[in-house]
């Protein structure tokens, strides 16, 4: 046997030496590295680990905390394993590298498929070893004393998708060889837990008869059938009826005559054997092939599997290659048929496939002319019959439902775009769906087709992969055509591909049999209603492939029900797919989408106003989310129509900033979608009202983009008003971003245009914000100077929310020059003026600054306060960046205390809070405290790291990414 690391089978234990120690740490530690080690080199989200291990234990207050002690805990542990496996932080969660055959229950996993692999060729004696050895690692439960919903959940999958396979095989590989009493002893040992699953009852009756022992075989048969008489299981009590006897006619052959054999092989026909060529490897396939295995697997044999999934994801690849696998299991024949449902061709109809099946089975449908006999005849050939029907490209159940109901012992296999959800409820049938196959089997297909080029060219490979999207019909036709041209770079193959689209015309050229992008996706928007068309037509409208059910609404200017149901549709369909708060179409779905939508055939009229309605959508959601994040802010006014465009509405700042959070992109895309198509106030507006939030996301260049693309709407509407505004905005953001030479020339202009207007307010803030862009360049005179003049301006026309931000202003300059007193009185004043205006980032920013002159100072218990104090009001409004300082300022406060536990604690919080926004000054700055309190804690290497990221940080530039984070 492999010598395995880990076992989470039973109890989470981890090898030391030859010995694995009961108690070698605390249970959440055990239970935290049991989780990670279910999905090996996989990310757990924080989020989800909280959930698998407390349960509703966990108290939701921070779960990065919560965490923390367990993984700090599972590393050491792990630590002297050779080799040592690595827990890394990743992006929001926590992965393990680890090998899968170091871990009991995956290698387990691995025997069971090779042990299966040999049952199927028949090698019984090879399947029982390997299948033992299996056995002998998944004696217990894994995660057994975890009892969390998620936990008892994986146990389950665990049990249906490894233990009853591997059940299934070993037990029928022991009776193949001779061995019923050994296949008996396995059952019993399992019977407990489950007493009513049939397909175990079936392989009990086949072992006790194959012992010889009929007498038991009826006991267990009327005792089981009793049992689910009384349970009101009638249903159940007739399978197991026709499992006893399909087990009676394995072991008590009847008596037969050689006259009998000779009238059999004379009337009877060859079973059909009607499968086509299928392709002997698939790529990334495995799991699903097993997955029908076990839908399938002995007890089942009246069954339904529905495979369903996108367009040229390899359905039909899939089914044809698992039918040849096991077409000797059927001796009632194999039979292919393509039922054209989705196709230029006429969809077959359930008459057609009844006659196509009769004569697949030798016999003459034409001279049966009642359809109603037809249907009879065919149930009398084949009842009894253990057949395999493949039927290929359903369109809708009706095409399949009188096969069902007159072959109860086949097997029918369908393939589907379309969620047969009608076969489901009224015939059992089993959905499987097929996915996209994974970008790093994509990559090894495309390798080892395409050859060593790959190598040479790594970054025009990957590329290449990432336009395949997973999807095998694009890789298929991406690889040939980079096969065909051996002497064209891949990177002017890349580049010709890359313009979209070139990729959804790619293969109509020569594609005489409909083998395109194109055409694929062709066939499946002809199958939609007239409705499903417009709906999947609109969505073409939005500039991203990503969308919400509102968005939708705003689309078809309809409620939300009739949204929900045309999204259904294209559900079922797999032209979008739902996921948690949006749904999504692959990038070349989107864009045939966008070329359906701009043919002339289709009304010019419903379609810009759809798109009025999408941006307006837009404006609304973000108009109602300033209302909510800046309360004390008057509101930037519009004449634009809201009219049927679904905004969505926010409770509170957390929904708000949410918001922004999860649909940051859609709203930069519209922007530019609105100056391109000439929609000038929706791009000037919503550039302008989204320029902070994104700030506050750390997304410093969309904002900038977005304000871009705002002066652009503005100048083309001829707006002076429009243009003033926008050039502000820029100008400030380049002050953020470090550009003063930039944000000069546009506050200028700003303080130049608002001057001549006679706008008052906005001539008070450009000269406040001019001022803070000559003070970053260190002219402090000319500084001091606009600063007078912002005061001047604002208390000469009653502008009081303007002054309490050139206080502060200042205030920062008067600490610059060592003036303290001066500056605590003017950031005082600030703080004042801002809470009584509610102005809480404001206020927030104020006690920083009070923070920040209490540590200059050394006044460390009030530097502490303040910093607190300014912390929960910039938390309160999402100012991340301004939290950031915050902790830096406690940080900084406690370890001058000589509190190191508690100043490291502040620092690695602000230095989260900098990953969240890609605040990278700030950053630096808190790893300049952040070492010294690490050196005095003993951890030297810890002190090295940061003050070599924080010298990175300041050489560089570079943002925070998930990989320099840990």
């Not at 060889?177 to 699953?197: F, I």
């Not at 295995?293 to 996108?310: F, K, P, Q, W």
């Not at 990503?546 to 609404?553: G, I, K, P, S």
Request: charged share 25%; proline share 4%.
């Amino acid at each position: 046997m492999t010598l395995v690391d880990f076992m989470i089978c039973g109890n989470v234990s981890v090898r030391s030496g030859d010995d694995w120690p009961e108690q070698w740490a605390h249970k959440k530690t055990r239970h935290v590295l049991g989780v990670l080690l279910t999905r090996p080199r996989m990310t757990f989200p924080i989020n989800d680990i909280v959930d698998w291990v407390w349960g509703d234990e966990a108290t939701r207050t921070d779960n990065t905390k919560i965490i923390q002690g367990p993984i700090s805990k599972a590393r050491s542990a792990i630590a002297n394993l050779d080799p040592a496996p690595r827990i890394q932080r990743v992006a929001a969660g926590y992965r393990i590298d680890v090998d899968k055959d170091r871990i009991d229950l995956h290698y387990a996993k691995t025997l069971v498929d090779r042990g299966r692999e040999q049952a199927r060729k028949h090698r019984f004696e090879q399947a029982c070893q390997i299948l033992g050895e299996a056995f002998e690692l998944l004696r217990e439960d894994p995660l057994a004393d975890l009892q969390t919903a998620p936990a008892i959940g994986f146990r389950r999958s665990v049990r249906d998708r490894v233990v009853l396979p591997a059940i299934f095989a070993l037990t029928e590989s022991q009776i193949r060889l001779g061995e019923p009493w050994a296949a008996l002893n396995l059952l019993d040992s399992v019977a407990h837990d489950h007493p009513l699953d049939l397909r175990l009852a079936e392989r009990r009756f086949e072992a006790t008869l194959a012992l010889g022992d009929e007498e038991g075989a009826a006991d267990l048969h009327l005792k089981l059938h009793q049992t689910l008489r009384g349970m009101g299981l009638q249903e159940e009590a007739d399978q197991l009826r026709c499992s006893v006897d399909r087990a009676r006619a394995k072991f008590i052959p009847a008596q037969r005559t050689p006259a009998h054999d000779v009238v059999d092989q004379a009337v009877a026909p060859p079973p059909p054997r009607r499968l086509p060529h299928h392709r002997k490897q698939l790529t990334d396939r495995e799991r699903l092939l097993n997955e029908i295995d076990v839908r399938t697997e002995h007890g089942n044999a009246a069954s339904v599997v529905v495979l369903t999934g996108a367009a040229g994801v390899g359905k039909t690849a899939l089914a044809q290659h698992w039918a040849n696998r096991h077409q000797h299991e059927f001796s009632g024949g194999a039979v292919f048929f393509d039922l054209q449902g989705f196709s230029n061709d006429v969809p077959l109809d359930s008459d057609e496939l009844i006659r196509l099946l009769l004569s697949a089975f030798g016999h003459r449908a034409d001279l049966i002319p009642n359809s109603e006999d037809r249907v009879t005849r065919l149930g009398s050939v084949l009842q009894g019959k253990r057949t395999l029907l493949l039927l290929d490209n359903v369109r809708e159940a009706e095409q399949v439902r009188r096969v069902l109901e007159i072959a109860p012992d086949a097997l029918i296999l369908i393939t589907s775009r379309s969620q047969l959800t009608r076969l489901t409820l009224r015939h059992g049938a089993i959905e499987i769906e097929v996915g996209a196959v994974a970008e790093a089997e994509t990559a090894r297909w495309l390798y080892q087709t395409i050859g060593t080029r790959c190598a040479r060219e790594p970054d025009s490979f990957d590329e290449l992969v990432r336009l395949c999207v997973g999807i095998p019909l694009f890789f298929n036709l991406i690889g040939h055509y980079a096969v065909s041209r051996p002497r064209v770079a891949l990177s002017e193959i890349a580049a010709f591909l890359h313009e979209e689209q070139r990729l959804l015309n790619f293969g109509t050229a020569k594609a005489s049999d409909g083998i395109s992008i194109k055409a694929v996706f062709t066939m499946s928007y002809q199958a939609l209603s007239e409705d499903g068309r417009r709906m999947f037509r609109l969505l073409g409208l939005h500039p991203h492939p990503r969308f919400t059910v509102e968005l939708a609404e705003a689309l078809l200017g309809l409620p939300r029900a009739a949204a929900l149901d045309q999204l259904e549709e294209l559900q079922d369909l797999h032209l979008i797919s739902q996921h948690n708060g949006y749904f999504q179409m692959l990038n070349l779905t989107h864009l045939f989408a966008a070329e359906r939508a701009h043919e002339e055939e289709y009304d010019e009229v419903d379609r810009e106003l759809a798109r009025a309605r999408m941006l307006g959508h837009y404006v609304g959601s973000a108009s109602n989310a300033e209302k909510v994040l800046f309360p004390y802010r008057d509101r930037m006014p519009h004449s634009i129509s809201l009219t049927s465009c679904s905004p969505v509405e926010f409770s509170d700042e957390q929904q708000a900033f949410g918001w922004y959070m999860q649909y940051h992109s859609y709203l930069t895309s519209a922007v530019n979608h609105a100056l391109q198509h000439g929609y000038h106030q929706h791009s000037y507006f919503l550039a302008n009202i989204a320029n902070e939030p994104l700030q506050r996301l750390g997304r410093h260049r969309d904002a900038l983009r977005c304000l871009s693309w705002g002066l652009a709407s503005a100048q083309k509407a001829d707006s002076e008003g429009w243009t003033t505004d926008t050039m502000h905005s820029i100008g400030v953001l380049c002050i953020e971003m470090g550009l003063p030479e930039k944000a000069e020339a546009y506050l200028s202009a700003t303080v130049s245009t608002s001057e001549r207007l006679g706008n008052h307010e906005n001539t008070a803030i450009a000269l406040h914000n001019l001022a803070c862009a000559r003070s970053k360049v260190g002219n402090l005179a000319a500084a001091e100077e606009l600063f007078d003049r912002s005061l001047a301006t604002a208390r000469r026309n009653d502008l009081e929310r303007c002054i309490p931000g050139t206080l502060l202003g200042i205030g920062r300059m008067r600490r610059e020059q060592d003036r303290d007193a001066e500056a605590a009185e003017l950031f005082h004043r600030a703080l004042d003026r801002h809470e009584q205006l509610g102005n809480i980032q404001g206020a927030g920013q104020a006690l920083n600054e009070l923070g920040e002159l209490a540590l200059h100072r050394g006044e460390l218990r009030t530097a502490i306060d303040y910093a607190d104090r300014a912390a929960t009001k910039n938390t309160a409004v999402h100012d991340f960046k301004s939290v950031a300082d915050s902790c830096r300022i406690l940080a900084a406060a406690h370890q001058n205390l000589g509190l190191h536990e508690q100043a490291s604690e502040f620092a690695r919080e602000g230095i989260r809070k900098c990953w969240e926004v890609g605040a990278i000054k700030e950053e630096a700055a808190i790893l300049d405290v952040l070492p010294a309190s690490l050196d005095a804690l003993k951890n030297a290497a810890g002190a090295a790291e940061g003050r070599e990221r924080a010298s990175l940080l300041r050489g560089t530039g570079i943002a925070p990414t998930s990989s320099n984070r840990n």
